[in-house]
Every structure is written in C-alpha cells, then in structure tokens.
C-alpha cells in the first residue's frame, strides 16, 4: 500500500521534542483543562503506519486515533475523493437541498451490514450522536422507553450516551444528573467470570437482570459493543451475544450493535457481529466509516428505522458532502485492497508475539481481541488483581520510544492496540519488539 511519508520510526529529539513543548505551553493556556491527551507531541503529518511530529520525530501508530484511521492516515483514495468534493461544493445541508454522496453512503451502509432484510440508513456526525439516534428510533418504534447497557459499557459523552457508558471516571464524575431509563446488565467477561459461567449462562444472567428490573413490557432497545472497546476489549464467551438476540426478538426489544470501534474490517471481518454471525435490528457506525473525517450512521430494518415521522431525525451536518466522499472512498479502499484480510494477518501477527510474551510473563493475564483490535490485560503476577500502574508504565515507555500505543479497561489496566490496517509487518514487528522489551525490563 502506497504511503504519503516514509515508514520509518525515527526520533531526532527526546519525547516531546521543543516544539510540542512551546505548543503544549499554548495548548494549556488556550485549550480547555477538560480536554486531555495521550501524548504530549503535536502531530504535522500521518501515513501508512506512521506519525510525524512537529520536531521531525517519527512515531509508530498502534492507535489510529482511536480506531478511525483504519484504512490509514490521508489514505490515496480518500484523499482524492475529499479533494474533489471540497471543489465541488463543501455543505448544502442534506435537509434542505440533497446531495447523491449522502444516498450513495446509505446504500452502502445497507448492503455492507451484516443481514439481507431490507435495510435504511441515517447519517450523523459523531458516535455518540449516533448511537442517541438509535435509541430515538427504537423508541419510536416500540413505544416502549427503557434502554438496557452493559457493565464496562461505552457509547459516548453526550447526556444520554453517558448515562450508558459504565466508567464514572473520567466519563461521567461531576457530570450529571444522567438520562432516565437506562438500566446496566451483567457482561459476560470471560478473563474475569468464574470458569463455569459460559456464553450462555452469562446470558441467562444478564436475561435475568433485564426480566426482573426493567421487564420486556418496558423495554425498547438492548444495546451493546459486539466487543467491548474502551471497557477493556473485551470478547464475550460463544453463544453470549446470540442468545441475547434470540430474546430480543422473540420479546420485541429492538437489538442495537454498536459497533463505532469495532466497524469497516477492524475486527477480521466487516463488522464485528459478523464473526459473531449475529443480525443486529439496527447498527451504529462511526470512526473507521470514513478515513478520518467525522461521519456517523445508523443502519437497520427499514421497518424499525422508518418509524420516525418526517423530519424526526436529521442535524445540520449529518452526512455532510466531504465525509459522504471520503467514507465511499475508505469503502472502496477496504474492498479493493481486501483490509478485512489484512486485519485477520494482523491479528494472527499480534496474537502469536503476546501469547509467546505471555507464556514467559504471568503479568500478562489475558491477552485477547479480533482483528487489528487487540489487547493485552495485565494483572499483579500470580494474581487476577488488576495492574493499572504497570499498564501506565508500559504505555509511557513505549511513548518515549516512539510508539503511539493507548491503555483502556474499567480498571486502567489494559493495554490495546488499533493500528491502521496499512501498516506494514515491519513496522508492526519493531513495535511489537519495543513492547516485548519493556516488559522484559519491568520484570523483576
Ligand atoms: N461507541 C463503542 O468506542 C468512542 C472515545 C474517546 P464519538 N470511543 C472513543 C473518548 O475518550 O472520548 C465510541 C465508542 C463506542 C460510541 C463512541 C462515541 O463516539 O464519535 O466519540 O462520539
């Protein structure tokens, strides 16, 4: 895969360089003390698998900011889908005079998702937006209010989006008081449930937890991560997320996936639900659909989704024209150039080197994900007690090194990776190997 700079780590100064110190002094005066970062470097370019600086240093991406730059940074196509739309025409509003990118996205949105039922689409601009439009939705069509989340769950920052995201720090701490009719179930949590909990008894008791506080009568919507990204990348046991399906449907409680980190090949297939051969009724997309550039949907049986009255559901810049162009081009790349087999490679890359960590390493208690979304889950050695600190420790290492590489979990103590898919092994193994090493220097 061609990239627009080379893939080459390389550090010119110590870890942040003068620049992004001069910078981070205004980014601190102007900036809102909210709004935190992972590193304290300032970016100028990004490609392939590579982050340049504002110093000239060269860093490894094993974020993607975020899970969005799955196809990689100013990815070829995107770039000039993006450049020839900004030409064209760069906002009309979709509400008031139309567009064809906006139409061709959704008809996309609609073959790509997993299912063969007939199938619409919303556009919006953030995940979390998204994700409070499906619950618009569901409720419109149920007209039923309840909405059941999941412990270590994450949908966004928005009132009711925090209301389902599980962690109180930093999410929600000082923030509310949070939307009503959100209720939290049982997770099925294979590192941390005990050995005779498979996928379906942590089905039944979550079904449980549902039936008993909330009740089917009341619920319009079940929502859930196909594979929990900031709570910790955590895959549930086989026969968890099914089973839950099969009693959405057959209680008429519409089943949302939520699937903004795990979407467009992350995991080693489209989408997540699809290695879980589950249909979701509607499906939440966000980061990966477009290459970088802000653009959210909702996707689902056209009954379900067409239960809003006209002009329900809409936003100023839900599926503005530049997102529209860069997210058909991020398709186009994803197919052409097979992504969702590059991430299955990454990911058997990835799992080999941990596991062999892991077997010489006890601190490494669970090393787990799907895809180019893996993580590693550290504990206290000769213990399941979390380790928070050793993953702060790795992580800030690795950022002195050079590698871009960000923690997550309820707990703080797991370390994941997201690279983009274009990254290449080489560079993929020089991270790997900084990694192996600083656990091998943290090892007393
Ligand atoms: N649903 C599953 O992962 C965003 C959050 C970063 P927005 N995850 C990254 C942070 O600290 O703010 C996310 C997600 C899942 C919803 C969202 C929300 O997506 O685009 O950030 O609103």
Redesign the pocket.
Known sequence: MSANIEQRRHLVTALPGPRSVELMARKNAAVAAGIGTTMPVFAVEAGGGIVKDVDGNSLIDLGSG??VTTVGNSAPRVVDAVKAQVDAFTHTCFMVTPYEGYVAVAEQLNRLTPGDHEKVSALFN??????ENAIKIARAHTKKQAVVVFDHA?????NL?MAMTAKSM??KSGFGPFAPEVYRAPLSYPFRDSKDVDGQAAAQRAISVIEKQVGADNLAAVVI?PI???GGFIVPADGFLPAIVDWCTANGVVFVA?????GFARTGAMFACDREGIVPDLI?T??GIAGGL?L?AVTGRADIMNASHVSGLGGTYGGNPLACAAALATIETIEADNLVDRALEIEHLMLDTLHRLQADDDRLGDVRGRGAMIAVELVKSGTDEPDADLAKTIASNAHQQGVIVLTCGTYGNVLRFLPPLAISDDLLTEALDILTNLFKETAQ
């Open positions: 975020i899970a953030s995940g979390a937006e998204a994700v994450y949908h966004g920052r928005t989006t930093p999410y991560e929990q990204g900031e939520d699937e903004v980190q795990t939440v966000a980061k802000p959210s």
